[in-house]
């Protein structure tokens, strides 16, 4: 095993002065359940861990006037188990009790979700995030893309953002907020995703230093929500396609619309365009198709992932029409 | 002369009855100690520096830098430079330490200078005119075909039509004998033509490995009311082990090994390990209580078995451990070959099969591989096959859970599948009509209709496409299948205790198959006891020598040892026995935990007060069965089963997700010793069999050589929720029990990649010909149609 420093401060201050300023050296250690992983795989290799564990503030879900305040230490089991986020947000709570497996869940973190790292096979066989060969040939685009990207994927980012709860926080318009060396901020969290262009970048707008604190999740009053998932096996697998959709009805037609998809692009990804084609229209299977090949429309599938743009079409129809369906 | 004969069902106490694992307690408690749990004193850790390139070089080597740290106890070289690497993840180097991280930090500082070569990974269609004749073969081709199980008379006509590369050696063929190579095979290749300038020719990938013909065929085509044609195949797919390859080495003293094995051949890793390490193969004790799945993979010590003990040699004799990493266990542990075929097959209107042609193609990894069995279990008259080896880097393949049967039952009874459907005709009544052309058409007109009944097939099943609600296709699919089985050759030694107590003694390993009860169950039920009355010694080279457990040849083997064992240990008894109850020992049985007398129940011993008769020494006895049929008077085991599958699929026509609803299998295996364990075993069958059939494939990078999905998140297994309701019915009675004991492993998994394609086929109305069935292949079949309709 590599050696490491580690270290376990107890204030999110004291965290952000033990992390290091450029990527590579120090790693943020909360469940594990990815990182460990990667460190075993010897995909990532700090210098240092900073274990944020001992930090009892990042714990644990508040509401207050923001909406509800879910800790970034809170394990998925406690959001999916919370009866407050059962309540006001069940399709967050059923996106929670889908991902991984019970055991995975006891330990994993929503931080650590929202900053999981991709789990395209060339990042962790350890050929790199935007992997090429010696001779600067593109691995994904030339190898074996079935599970790669289908949107935004002009390269040389061509993995999916792996996380399952991120598309319907997005479309909760959740916010992620983030403490560093240099004081607080708070993002809307589908700006927390970044495609990297070079090596050096990450998936995420964080800094190296910075460390989630919390996810903020407005009051949903008025939007119905849905989440819709495509995996091959009935459980513990990693989706082919996701789709979060909100929807404000106006009457029996849509007012507005948020519909966000994942496993599709190196970011969980927005959809305006099905967003704009679902306004003002019923929420039925017409408008639900139009608004899934709108979604799509821009698709540029790889050479082995055509079929991924059929899967997110359906995801997105039936996320819609379940949201119509269903309560909030 | 005892009367070894299985008992007829008035005389069975337990065999035949459905008696609960003897091993279950142990099981599920924890319990259980595999050789993954084993912990030796001061045992070091070992770890395998392996190549990152698919096919390389080896430059040099530098070890200096591992060797200086502290901890490190030994390091072997395994390949030297100059050495080809074949595959990504060989083997090149090996090191033991005080731990396992710092047995993987030296691995790391270990320096290897590689230099690349070109490499092949895919097994997509030769392009036309690539094949190659094949040349002289090597000692390498003729092992692959062996272990591919290529028929006999196949490769006797190979080495007879382009002789061999090599001169073999006395050594080669007293090895060859060891391993089981048929004396045909040896016979052909002592008298072969040698060419030795063979050797050094660089090889095509591709090798035109089988031609083969029968009969007409383009006449019989000519002739057919209707032929169908079609693409069809399954991918390569690896083992997966739930417990990785692996062992502990330690030399107890400089001329004495100790090993602790994940194996499924206890009693064959000594004479393995001591050539490599020059000692004699009594000095090797090999041990093994439980293992984690072999599935055929874990016949060998494998290299990195034998760098255990070279490393514990250099460590002065300290225990070394090396189970390999899951990435590894995928990589380099186990491939089943791949096999693709175009098939064209035709039919009279009735349905009667009377054309086969096929132009198959598949691997194996760099040996290549020989043709599947096709057409399978149907002798087509008319026949034209030719297969195409690919050889590439992919990694070696090992023999799965009957040996190329799966890939021949896709290839051939999707074909047919497709076939009835052009006839209109129900898949069920198109196989039963061409029945005649397989070798056990009585079992299968047994098996089919309860299967039917037990799958609703009458009522479910449609043309095909014409059951869609909604999104929702369902569908039925069939399939049969064969298997071999006859019983290994096996020793058994057996004791009868003045105190009561039973102890058996065999070199045997039960590979989760149940291999212990049987046993148990078979000298229970000879002495009236119950199964949990016999105390099990198995798993170690001090018992006496029983075979690999491979072939399904186990239970055969172990029941067939175990009965003239306790018979002859039973009638000993009795002989004491007799005086005390005034009868001649004919007179006695062993019923219900006593020794009494046949016309008078009432005058009984105790087992216990029947026991206390035999004095101070106890009862020994000690049964074999001969591999060989011929030698065993009576032969108590037997060859040939049958069986047939039933699939029933519900599928997303918008995603392409597949599930199975249900699966019924009805299997023969002869005489089943014990009906619950029986079927458990084809129910574990029919979860792998999903499981292939929807998602396991062994993925391969074109541009690094690399497996990309070494690990279990995304080569998919069969989880609790995709398994449906199973329903398993066993042949027996009449007809079934007298043929004696055969074993079960295999069979029951060979039809399920069949059955479940073929009910896709129904469901959907039209063929998704290679498996896994995978939403992307799925879509692409239903596009293809919409694309055809439109
Ligand atoms: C087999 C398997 C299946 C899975 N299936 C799913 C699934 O279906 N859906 C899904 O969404 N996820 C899935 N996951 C991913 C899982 O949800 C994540 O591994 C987990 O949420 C990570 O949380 P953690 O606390 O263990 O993070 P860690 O492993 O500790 O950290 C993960 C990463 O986030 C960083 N990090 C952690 N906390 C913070 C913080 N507060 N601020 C900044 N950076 C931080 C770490 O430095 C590290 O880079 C699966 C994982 C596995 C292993």
Known sequence: ?328 | MPDYQWPDPAHRTLIGKRTPRVDSPEKVSGQARYTYDVKRPGMLYGKMVRSPYAHCKIVSIDTSAAEKMPGVKAIEIVQKPGATIPWAGDEVVGVAAIDEATAEDAARAIQVKYQKLPHLVSDAEPPAGAAENQGPLSLDDLGDMLQNQVPERQIVALIQEYGISFKPTEEDIKEAKDEGVPDSVIEAARNATVHPEAANKTKSNYIKAATQSQGDVDKAFAEADAASEGFYGAPVIVHCCMEAHGSTSEWTDPDHLFVHMSTQNVSGIAGQMAEPLKLPAANIRVHQDHVGGGFGSKFSPDRWGIVTAQLSKKADGKPVRMMLERDSELEVAGARPSAYARVKVGAKKDGTLVAWQSHSWGTGGPGGGGMPPIPYCFSIPNQHKEHTAIRNNIGPARAWRAPNHPQACVLTMSALDDLAAKLNMDPYEFFLKNLELTRLSKIYRDEFPIAAEMMGWKEKWHPRGQNISGNIARGVGLSLHTWGGRGHASDCDLSIHPDGSVDIKMGTQDIGTGTRTCIAVVAADALGLQATDIKLYIGDTLYPPSGGSGGSTTPGGVSSSTRRAVVDARDALFAKVAPALNVQPDDLEARDGSVRVKSDPSRSLSWKEACSKIGATPITSHGHNDQAAAKNKPDLTNSGVGGVQMAEVAVDTETGIVKVTKMVAVQDCGLVIDPKMAESSVLGALVMGISYSLFEEKIMDPTTGRMLNADMEFYRLAGLNDIPELKVHMMTGPGYDERGVIGLGEPPVISSGAAISNAVANAIGVRVGVIPLTPAKVLAALNQTQKAGA
């Open chain 1, 1 to 328: 095993m590599r050696a490491f420093d580690y270290v376990s401060p107890t204030s999110t201050r004291q965290a952000a002065n033990l992390l290091s300023s450029t990527w590579g050296n120090t790693e943020i250690l909360a469940g594990g359940t990815d990182l460990l992983a990667l460190m075993k795989e010897d995909v990532v290799t700090p210098k240092r861990l900073v274990n944020i564990k001992e930090i009892a503030d990042l714990r644990g879900v508040k509401s207050d006037s923001s909406g509800l305040r879910i800790g970034s230490l809170t394990t998925l089991a406690e959001v999916a188990e919370d009866a407050g986020v059962r309540e006001k947000y069940p399709a967050f709570a059923e996106a929670v009790r889908e991902a991984a497996s019970p055991q995975i869940r006891n330990m994993a973190t929503v931080g650590g979700n929202l900053c999981q790292r991709p789990r395209c096979w060339y990042f962790r066989n350890g050929l790199g995030l935007l992997p090429k060969d010696e001779s600067g040939k593109e691995l994904v685009e030339e190898g074996d893309n079935r599970y790669h990207a289908i949107l935004g994927n002009d390269g040389p980012a061509r993995f999916v953002s792996p996380s399952t709860i991120v598309p319907v926080l997005i479309a909760y318009g959740a916010k992620v907020r983030l403490e560093g060396p240099k004081g607080k901020r708070e993002l809307p969290l589908e700006k927390f995703y970044v495609i990297p262009k070079t090596d050096r970048d990450r998936e995420h707008d964080l800094l190296p230093n910075e460390i989630v604190t919390e996810v903020v999740i407005p009051a949903a009053n008025g939007w119905k929500v849905a989440h819709y998932e495509i995996r091959q096996k009935a459980a513990f697998d990693w989706p082919l396609a996701v789709a979060a959709v909100a929807l404000k009805m106006d009457g029996s037609s849509v007012q507005a619309a948020r519909v966000v998809l994942g496993h599709v692009a190196p970011t969980p990804w927005p959809s305006p365009q099905a967003e704009a084609a679902l306004k003002g229209q019923p929420a039925n299977e017409d408008s639900a198709k139009k608004a899934a090949d709108a979604a799509l429309a821009n698709a540029k599938p790889l050479s082995q992932n055509a079929y991924k743009v059929q899967l997110a079409r359906v995801a997105v129809k039936r996320a819609i029409l379940k949201a119509a369906g269903g309560a909030a």
